[in-house]
């Protein structure tokens, strides 16, 4: 399996964590330094890639403003809500704007209407060109966007369809 | 603000954060080094002791008698006696003087003396070395020297003060090696629960893209804080209650000459702080490799 042109299997450890700047991820359960606020969160993904912090700080406070969160950038995640929190850990994965952008259910734990604010937000950053790849079982959202669905049955690709919907044959 | 910074203050700050982890780690590298400090003491302490026993480990070269050797040859002997490298000192006791001390030991009843005619006693050297260990090498070299009547070394004594002394000394470093292990092992497995406190933050810091070196720095300065100031504070303990223990025993103890300068506070100093400083800095960067697996 290959990403990014990069072979997974013959790929070192060592480059691993250069392969994952390349790589925004999102996840179910946001996974976010509890011990740093919104904006520090969101500027860790771009010290770790040793950037200046003069730049770096401004874009940090721009990408927490485009996920509509500028006004919460020093609130720590627990006074955070869910949709929140799973913005900041949107804007912390598309920071560095990386050519693609996994989501592993990013809308699990929310409610539907939180999770119509998430996939609007998904749907911004492919507009920019980031691929954005998405895991998810909620039936409703996928039918509704009408995108590429690729479906997975253990762990085999049983179907790829150019604007797809949910559990279609 | 740069890298270092950067690792500076997410140091001080997940110290600051985990306060009672560091509080815990704080006490059990201080402890650690306090008995560790406390044996490196009493080791320092013992071996100055042993030295000054091995000193009293002396040879006593007798002259001959019938004929008496002339004054040259003795100053001669003493020239060359004092040219040998082991030798720390060498006392010439004539015969005149021998005569003296045994009036000495005799003061309280002369009269035992009395019968001598003459004096009969033999002039003789005290020799003292640098090295006692080369007692038999040196008490040999008399061996066939016409003006030499006998060596007198208290070969058995010495032999068996060498065999406690280089027993006891093995048994401390035994002790003190034993005693590092348990430290390095307490103090490691502290800074392991302190870091198991912290797996999801550097799973996720993984996560992100940061490399292990990345996280790891910030880990190893605050190993490095700990380490450095409960080592310290074991540190002035230690010393403080060598000097306080020292004095009262030299108080007690008038007959026995304890050495309170046989700690050499700098020296012992630099190694509890070394000590402190490197296990903290290992504990946390090895600590975290189980982590980092991500």
């Given at each position: ?16 964590p ?29 010290v770790v890639t040793g ?119 | 603000?740069?890298r270092?910074?950067f690792f500076?203050?997410e ?194 810091m993984k996560?992100v893209g940061a490399t292990n070196w990345f996280i790891r720095w910030p ?76």
């Amino acid at each position: 399996m290959a990403v990014g042109g990069r072979d997974l299997a013959t790929l070192r450890s060592w480059k691993v964590p250069y392969l994952r700047r390349n790589i925004g991820c999102v996840f179910q359960d946001f996974k976010l330094l509890t011990n740093k606020t919104a904006f520090d969160n969101v500027l860790y993904a771009l010290v770790v890639t040793g950037q200046a912090t003069g730049a770096s700080k401004k874009k940090a406070a721009e990408i927490l403003s485009l996920v509509g969160l500028g006004h919460k950038a020093s609130s720590y995640p627990n006074e955070l809500s869910g949709g929140e929190q799973q913005r900041v850990s949107i804007a912390r994965a598309f920071v560095n704007h990386p050519p693609l952008l996994i989501a592993d259910e990013p809308t699990g734990n929310l409610d539907p209407d939180t999770s119509m604010g998430i996939m609007q937000l998904l749907y911004r950053i492919n507009k920019t060109g980031t691929t954005v790849l998405m895991a998810t079982h909620d039936r409703e959202m996928v039918d509704r966007m009408r995108r590429r669905v690729i479906a997975l049955d253990a762990g085999k690709v049983v179907r790829d369809q150019k604007r797809g919907g949910y559990g279609e044959d | 603000m740069g890298r270092i910074s950067f690792f500076l203050k997410e140091a001080f700050g997940s110290l600051r954060r985990n306060y009672f982890m560091t509080i815990a780690a704080l006490v059990t590298v201080f402890l650690s080094i306090v008995v560790l400090g406390g044996v490196l003491v009493f080791v320092y302490t013992t071996d100055a002791l042993l030295r000054e026993v091995e000193q009293k480990v002396e040879i006593t070269v007798f002259l001959q008698t019938e004929p008496d050797p002339t004054p040259e040859e003795t100053s001669a002997m003493q020239t060359e006696i004092m040219s040998w490298p082991e030798v720390k000192s060498s006392v010439f006791v004539s015969k005149e003087d021998a005569l003296e001390r045994l009036r000495e030991d005799f003061k309280d009843n002369p009269e035992i003396l009395d019968g001598l005619s003459g004096n009969p006693l033999p002039a003789s050297f005290e020799v003292s070395l640098k090295d006692p260990q080369s007692v038999d090498a040196v008490a040999a070299r008399f061996d066939g020297n016409p003006i030499v009547e006998s060596v007198n070394y208290g070969k058995e004594i010495a032999d068996k003060i060498f065999s406690v002394t280089s027993q006891a000394r093995n048994f401390l470093l035994i002790f003190i090696a034993l005693l590092g292990i348990v430290a390095i092992l307490l103090i490691s497995n502290t800074i392991r629960l302190s870091i198991f406190a912290r797996k999801r933050e550097v799973e996720i810091m993984k996560l992100v893209g940061a490399t292990n070196w990345f996280i790891r720095w910030p880990f190893v300065i605050e190993g490095v804080f700990v380490g450095f100031v409960g080592a310290a504070a074991a540190a002035v303990v230690v010393l403080v209650l060598n000097s306080f223990l020292v004095g009262r025993i030299r108080g007690g103890l008038p007959f026995m000459a304890v050495p309170l300068d046989a700690v050499p506070y700098v020296l012992v100093t630099i190694i509890l702080l070394a000590v402190g400083v490197v296990i903290g800095a290992a504990g946390s960067g090895i600590g975290l490799r189980r982590f980092l697996r991500v």
